[in-house]
Nanobody, 116 residues
Framework: QVQLVESGGGLVQPGGSLRLSCAAS????????MGWYRQAPGKQRELVAA???????NYADSVKGRFTISRDNAKNTVYLQMKSLKPEDTAVYYC??????????WGKGTLVIVSS
């Protein structure tokens, strides 16, 4: 069984920064994609950023230039560095580990609130 544990959420002022972390444990295949999704109140969950085990990244247009995703394969951990945060970045952020269509795992989420 795979477990994903997120950390790093909280309250931050507009223009501030936060760093999210997600540690994966369990039966993890070395070839996978880890990513961050977010869901704001009343909205659908959306992809924020993803990174393959080979280091290829993908970002939502709304966060390009402000967010950076990275990973430590030895620790099975993915990070999301968020800068220049805006109120519209407020959401629950979910960590995702995709190995195959039938092996797709989610964390419980961490809340990010951007407000003055």
């Amino acid at each position: 069984q795979v477990q994903l544990v997120e950390s790093g959420g909280g309250l931050v002022q507009p223009g501030g920064s936060l760093r999210l972390s997600c540690a994966a444990s369990g039966s993890i295949f070395s070839i996978n994609t880890m990513g961050w999704y977010r869901q704001a109140p009343g909205k659908q969950r959306e992809l924020v950023a993803a990174i393959t085990s080979g280091g290829i990244t993908n970002y939502a247009d709304s966060v390009k230039g402000r967010f950076t995703i990275s990973r430590d394969n030895a620790k099975n951990t993915v990070y999301l560095q968020m800068k220049s945060l805006k109120p519209e970045d407020t959401a629950v952020y979910y960590c995702n580990l995709l190995i195959s269509p039938s092996m797709n795992y989610w964390g419980k989420g961490t809340l990010v609130i951007v407000s003055s």
